[in-house]
């Protein structure tokens, strides 16, 4: 609901969606007599944009344009940065075997990739090893650790997992092989042996390191590939050779970055808008493969990212081979990499079908767990692979946490769980405690997600425990749940020069929403069914100008069934995303519609 001391925007309390509407920051109504125009106005709705989002008047300069240059902070200002950047350096010094360890999602994907390429570039070949979701589950295992060593490795550098592998990574110590760990999940006070292990979340992370704990494992993984590549320019490694265009690398950590959902603020956004210019480029045998899979006839946006190239790097490791991606990632081929990008095409679409099937199943335990404010779905012969997926549907659905438990995942019958957060509630940190409590085989996350492993017969007491615990923060949330503007225009102000101008602050993701336009007051000129549940609209205003809009999934939502049973004659505001429509001869603002409102 909208707030009590602050009057509602449009003066909408309680739109179809359940939510008040109001401003994220300022009043940037144009729809006055001049039907929206925004001639003169560009700078003033950047501006805007970017002071709605936090940042203060007097850095908008370095917000507008984001660099590296801008945002790039000293490597060694992270706890054993230096460390890892000494071993790894003396590794390719001493032309050591190197096996980069990387868990089997994008982020992992792509932080393996990256440091694998990187000491290709440095005349070190580096061996990957990605395990098996289903047969050995998250992170670095004792078993695999102590095999690599035998099979020659005396450096391991793990990516985006390791972080809490206490015993795994004694069982390496006691082999005699030296760890590197690069994370970014949640630790606790005691760490795991190794030879270092940066992950700007240490509990004992200085300022600078702790303020970009918001980092994927692939940005921490940048950063140790710029300092090791100073440290070997102090060691005089580059006098007779040339030294690697670390900038070429930015693609996958923009990739890694926006698939795992961090928050696209300060750095990430200043590597993520820079990995899309090298994305364009194509550079990247594999990654220009992959765009091609994903039919894009275009350089990929952000939205690409997390929509269509991120998801078919995950399904490898959801439903298929999990060194797939990396193998992508890597290869110079461009056969190989057409190839994979098939099999890897051909996956995500059985990622689907089995996404569907556990989501109907999980959805159907909602109506009893009502009350909950965390909700902890649970089924037999759910897919592991999916559960992370489904999670997130349904929190985006109800407003609440979520884990999906997929039981009898392991030769122990526990139950493998995956969950999703909303802003506002650590559920990383809530899932380690829950460990520490007794109530979890495994567990651990961030604060948006987080991953687990847990008894069936522990299930009641842990819903009951989260449910304790997080919902204050939850019915916070919740009662905070506005639909916020950027903007309201009339019908003739939604123009695709609208959309670029919107888009020139971005990119955009969590942490740094895409703007959202409301758009009215309008009549529908037309109303229907597209695809399984997209509800697809054609808008016209008191001016004369009409546009599309589309509510993606939401034809059993009460707006979708209100959009194509509830409002014919009716008038009504609409808001969303602005994005453009090229599939014409001409291209076309059109709406992405999130929620709607009755103007009369």
Not at 274 to 296: C, F, H, P, Y
Not at 416 to 432: E, M
Not at 471 to 490: G, K, N, T, Y
């Amino acid at each position: 609901m909208a707030s009590r001391h602050v009057p509602a925007v449009l003066g909408v309390e309680r739109s179809l969606g359940g939510r008040g509407w109001q401003w994220r920051g300022g009043n940037m109504d144009l729809g006055g007599a001049n039907g929206g125009g925004i001639a003169g106005l560009e700078d003033d709705i950047v501006t805007q944009l970017l002071l709605a989002r936090g940042v203060a008047r007097e850095d908008l300069a370095r917000h507008r344009t984001p660099t590296l240059r801008g945002f790039l902070p000293d490597p060694s200002q992270f706890r054993d940065m230096d460390a890892a950047a000494e071993r790894l350096a003396e590794a390719v010094l001493g032309q050591e075997t190197v096996t980069v360890y990387g868990d089997y999602d994008v982020d992992g994907a792509t932080s393996a990739a990256l440091l694998v390429r990187l000491l290709r570039l440095l005349g070190q070949p580096a061996r990957y090893y990605i395990p098996d979701r289903l047969l050995e589950g998250y992170g670095p295992s004792g078993e695999a650790l102590v095999r690599l060593a035998e099979e020659g490795s005396s450096l391991i550098v793990t990516v985006d997992c390791g972080a809490m592998a206490h015993d795994a990574l004694d069982q390496a110590h006691r082999a005699g092989v030296d760890v590197i760990v690069v994370d970014h999940h949640k630790c606790a006070a005691e760490l795991p042996v190794a030879a270092a292990l940066v992950n700007p979340n240490r509990l004992d992370e200085g300022d600078i390191g702790a303020a970009h704990g918001h980092l994927a494992a692939v940005g921490v993984a940048f950063l140790l590939a710029i300092a090791t590549v100073r440290t070997l320019r102090q060691r005089g490694y580059f006098e007779t050779r040339p030294e690697p265009d670390l900038l070429a690398l930015l693609d996958l950590v923009a990739l890694g970055t926006v698939a795992d959902v961090a928050a696209l603020h300060g750095l990430n956004r200043a590597m993520v808008a820079q990995g899309l210019k090298v994305m364009a480029r194509r550079e990247n045998t594999g990654m220009a493969a992959l765009i091609d899979a994903s039919r894009l006839n275009r350089a990929p946006s952000c939205s690409d990212l997390g929509f269509a190239l991120g998801p078919r790097i995950n399904a490898g490791g959801r439903v298929g081979e999990s060194t797939l991606g990396v193998r992508l990632l890597t290869t110079e081929d461009p056969e190989e990499a057409r190839a994979i990008s098939a099999q890897l095409s051909q996956l995500n679409e059985e990622r689907r079908a089995i996404e569907a099937e556990v989501q109907e199943a999980a959805e159907a335990q909602l109506a009893a767990q009502h009350n909950r404010a965390v909700l902890v779905l649970a089924g037999k012969g759910w897919h592991p692979g999916v559960i992370g997926i489904v999670a997130g549907r349904i929190k985006e659905k109800t407003g609440k946490p979520t884990l999906v438990i997929a039981l009898d995942a392991d030769e122990n019958g526990n139950g493998k769980g995956s969950g999703r957060s909303v802003g506002g509630v650590d559920l990383g940190a809530a899932i380690i405690a829950a460990r520490e409590h007794g109530l979890l085989v495994a567990g651990g996350g961030h604060a948006m997600a987080a991953g687990l492993t847990v008894a069936p017969a522990r299930l009641d007491a842990l819903a009951q425990w989260l449910d304790e615990r997080l919902s204050a923060a939850v019915m916070r949330a919740l009662e905070e749940r506005s639909m916020l503007l950027d903007l309201a225009v009339a019908p003739g102000g939604l123009t695709p020069g609208l959309v670029e101008t919107l888009d020139s602050a971005g990119p955009f993701g969590v942490g740094w929403p895409a703007p959202r336009v409301a758009v009215g007051p309008v009549r529908l000129v037309k109303a229907d069914l597209v695809g399984k549940d997209h509800v697809r609209v054609i808008a016209s205003g008191r001016d004369g100008a009409s546009f599309k809009a589309i509510a993606f999934r939401a034809a059993e939502t009460e707006l979708g069934q209100a959009l194509l049973h509830g409002a014919k004659g009716r008038s009504l505001w609409l808001a969303g995303r602005a994005k453009i429509d090229d599939w014409g001869s001409r291209p076309q603002a059109e709406l992405h519609l999130e929620d709607a409102a009755w103007a009369d």
